[in-house]
């Protein structure tokens, strides 16, 4: 079994930043891939970005240009470094992991943005 649990999320104001944590513990062996997803109140959920074991990422057109996916493989853990940060990214940001022991979801996290 793997855990999967976020960390980082708050209240900050536009323009602010937040680094998002993403940690899996347990039993696996190698982690394949690892999602952040997103979904605010009254919206479908949202992939925002995309790390790969070999270290390619991906990011949403939404959040292109603010957001920068990175992992350190010695922690299992993954980051989510979002800057210029909108009232429109207020959201419930979970992580998503990819393992050889199959797939798993973390809590979430809540990422609220506003003045």
């Known amino acids: 079994q793997v855990q999967v649990v976020e960390s980082g999320g708050g209240l900050v104001q536009p323009g602010g930043s937040l680094r998002l944590s993403c940690t899996a513990s347990?039993?696996?062996?190698?982690?394949?891939?690892t999602h952040w997803h997103r979904q605010a109140p009254g919206k479908q959920r949202e992939l925002v970005a995309t790390?790969?074991?070999?270290?390619?990422?991906t990011y949403a057109d939404s959040v292109k240009g603010r957001c920068t996916i990175s992992r350190d493989n010695a922690k299992n853990t993954v980051y989510l470094q979002m800057n210029s940060l909108k009232p429109e990214d207020t959201a419930v940001y979970s992580c998503?992991?990819?393992?050889?022991?199959?797939?798993?979801w973390g809590q979430g996290t809540q990422v609220t943005v506003s003045s």
């Open positions: 347990g039993s696996f062996s190698t982690i394949y891939i």
């Open positions: 790390i790969s074991k070999s270290g390619s990422t």
């Open positions: 998503y992991v990819v393992a050889t022991q199959g797939a798993f």
